[in-house]
């Protein structure tokens, strides 16, 4: 029997009562997967703002950055 099976069956013995518990947690471990993107994203955007290096807001044009890692545009 595969594990969702075994979840399936365990479910279908629970009062009803605990179904709603069992939801709410079932939907905090799919929101915990967002939740982990976006604060690796926030972690991301406060490293590149705290960085001290002046040249952080030096742009490129994407033909330079083409010709700087050898692509042909």
């Given at each position: 029997m595969s594990e969702r099976e075994q979840a399936k069956q365990i479910i279908d013995q629970l009062p009803e009562y605990k179904?709603?518990?069992?939801?709410?947690?079932?939907?905090?471990?799919?929101?915990d997967d967002e939740l982990e993107d976006d604060l690796f994203c926030?972690?991301?955007?406060?490293?590149?703002l705290n960085d001290p290096d002046p040249e952080k807001?030096?742009?490129?044009?994407?033909?330079?950055?083409?010709?700087?890692?050898?692509i042909d545009l």
């Open positions: 179904i709603g518990h069992i939801l709410l947690f079932l939907k905090g471990v799919q929101f926030e972690k991301l955007y406060e490293n590149y807001h030096d742009t490129v044009t994407i033909e330079e950055l083409a010709a700087r890692e050898g």
